[in-house]
């Protein structure tokens, strides 16, 4: 009898586990559907010239605590740039409500979600882990056309900082 206890205690602990390691698990705060990321996304013509491009294209950006950028395009890529931790590529791809986005970074694969914060309204938060533990902060788009068409002007990027770290 105690075998099988600590047996079902073991897997119970090792499923939680794997589900908090997943993007399709714990990550996804509210799901929407597919139409409510739509603003988020950029033409895939746009793609090539991401990175000097910025300025101009849909960036999903969080404050200046933890400061990220995601530029997503709609062939399924994206271009980043957090601090500290460098500039790249990935895929991205809508899954169970969320915007599932992953890189391969050199020594790990870096994984997050961008989800509805709430059940209702169009504020947006990005989860992942880091080596510190499980992050959630809010992330916000910025979209220059959008702001152009109101007569209004974006405000500047922040300067992004490098990293040489290259993990």
């Known amino acids: 009898m105690k075998k099988h206890l600590v047996t079902a205690i073991i897997a119970a602990v090792l499923g939680l586990a794997l589900q908090a390691c997943s993007p399709s698990g714990s990550l996804i705060a509210h799901q929407r559907g597919a139409d409510f990321y739509g603003k988020f996304v950029n033409p895939a013509a746009d793609w090539p010239q991401a990175e000097s491009k910025i300025d101009e294209l849909k960036v999903l950006q969080t404050n200046s605590e933890y400061p990220m950028r995601y530029v997503?395009?709609?062939?399924?890529?994206?271009?980043?740039?957090?601090?500290?931790?460098?500039?790249?590529?990935?895929?991205?791809?809508?899954?169970?409500?969320?915007?599932i986005v992953t890189a391969q970074r050199t020594i790990f694969k870096m994984e997050l979600a961008v989800s509805a914060a709430k059940e209702t309204g169009d504020e947006t938060i990005v989860r992942f882990y880091d080596r510190h533990g499980f992050n959630e902060m809010p992330i916000k788009l910025r979209n220059p056309e959008a702001l152009k068409a109101q007569g209004k002007s974006a405000p500047q990027l922040r300067n992004f900082t490098r990293s040489e770290k290259n993990i």
Not at 78 to 92: A, I, T
């Open 72 to 99: 997503l395009f709609d062939n399924g890529k994206f271009y980043y740039q957090v601090d500290k931790l460098g500039n790249g590529e990935g895929v991205w791809s809508y899954e169970n409500g969320a915007l």
